[in-house]
């Protein structure tokens, strides 16, 4: 497999999860690692040169690399950078950077590179955004999406459509009889794990979400207008949630169960038995298993569709776990796990429930190293002696960031022009 073939999945996937052009990428990528086989590249699987980081916890590969003295002489310095297991950590930093900008400035300056649809405007935004110093860096990424066809990969469809998943939180606030023997309304508890499905299935790629009762929960929208508007949609799944009741008194009947539609029905089957698993996991409570029966829900929906029964309202068992807001966010949350697992979906890179976001680290921000320290102080002694600068700023050379000096270095060079 050849380096752009090794690559391309990558680009392909996190690209496409963050806005970003995959043909970019894979250029960037034999171009700053000639192709894979850099030092980074090869020892650490760093194909964009992207350093270690104040927040970086993963593995660290040293290299050597030079750096140059006011005065223009060169020396040698030993930096760390990233070191991934594979070239998907590479990728998924470079996606990072673009969405979410270098962490210590308030606008995001790799904006423009996001949800380009031409990799020319795309190239030159990464130069504009000042990513590269080399002004035929543009140029150069052009060259090499068109030598290779690399924009063949910004037309790869991930999932051939949307996934398209239609939720539904059964009744509605003050549907009579949907309550418990204290009076709490099913609606409530039915639509805090809708609410917590639709807020998880944002960690998603290319996952939209139709919610068929109405949000407030004034309205019970008639069982019809909600099948009708999931099949109008052409949702690709459907989820009704519920809670059980048995007596509508209090009394020691438990357990979670998930219907479909009687008759055999392989993908509602399937998604049911996913959802069950999880559900029975996050109730804890007794497994009542996949059961069968003719509901509006699961019987007029053109899609596979199944009902959840999270447990009983009016059991003393059941309804500890109903009053837990906890326990309701978790079943949302194995709601779009389910739906993740039916479709076979990857989170997206920086989603909510991922690792925390490494932070770029504020280069500007670090202290001067010491290698500069002399150089700077001779330098301003200079600029001082010469009446370039009024002031004389050698004793605050040792606390000094690297922004600070090169701010006077620009000042110093502009006014000895
Ligand atoms: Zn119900």
Redesign the pocket.
């Known amino acids: 497999m050849n380096f752009i073939e090794r690559l391309a999945p990558f680009a392909v996937q996190l690209g496409q999860a963050s806005g970003v052009l995959p043909s970019l990428i894979i250029a960037q990528g034999v171009l700053e690692s000639a192709s894979g086989t850099s030092d980074l590249a090869v020892k650490a699987n760093n194909l964009f040169g992207i350093k270690e980081g104040s927040g970086w916890t993963g593995a660290v590969y040293a290299k050597s690399t030079t750096e140059y003295r006011a005065n223009g002489t060169p020396y040698q310095v030993k930096a760390n950078f990233r070191k991934y297991p594979s070239y998907e950590g590479a990728v998924k930093d470079l996606c990072y950077k673009y969405t979410h900008g270098t962490g210590w400035e308030s606008h995001n300056r790799y904006a423009a590179v996001l949800n380009q649809t031409d990799y020319k405007k795309a190239a030159h935004a990464v130069f504009a955004a000042g990513y590269a110093t080399d002004p035929k860096y543009p140029e150069k990424l052009i060259a090499i999406i068109e030598q290779y066809n690399l924009a063949k990969y910004d037309k790869v469809k991930e999932n051939a459509n949307m996934v398209k998943v239609a939720l539904d939180a059964?009744?509605g606030i003050n549907t009579p009889g949907?309550r418990t023997p204290d009076g709490e309304r099913?609606w409530s508890f039915n639509s805090k794990v809708i609410a917590a499905a639709i807020k998880y299935l944002k960690d998603y790629p290319n996952v939209e979400v139709l919610r068929l009762d109405d949000p407030t929960g004034k309205t019970d929208v008639p069982l019809a207008t909600r099948t009708n508007k999931a099949n109008k949609w052409k949702a690709d799944i459907l989820i009704s949630m519920?809670?059980n009741a048995n007596t509508g008194k209090w009394g020691s009947w438990t357990g979670t169960e998930t219907y479909t539609y009687t008759g055999s029905w392989k993908n509602a089957e399937r998604l049911a038995a996913i959802v069950q698993k999880k559900m029975v996991a996050v109730y804890g409570l007794r497994d009542r298993g996949l059961k069968k029966a003719n509901f509006h829900m699961t019987r007029e929906s053109a899609m596979p569709a199944i009902l959840i029964e999270g447990g009983y309202m009016d059991s003393t068992i059941d309804i500890v776990k109903l009053r837990d807001d906890k326990i309701l966010d978790a079943a949302g949350k194995a709601i779009a796990e389910s739906v993740a697992e039916y479709f076979g979906l990857k989170k997206k890179p920086g989603a909510t429930a991922a690792e925390p976001p490494e932070k770029e680290v504020d280069e500007m921000a670090q202290p001067l190293p010491n290698t500069q320290k002399a150089d700077m102080k001779g330098l301003l002694a200079k600029a001082y002696k010469e009446k370039v600068f009024s002031e004389d700023h050698t004793s605050k050379v040792d606390t000094m960031t690297r922004g600070q000096a090169l701010d006077l270095l620009i000042s110093y060079v502009a006014r000895t022009k």
């Open positions: 059964g009744h949907k099913e519920h809670h």
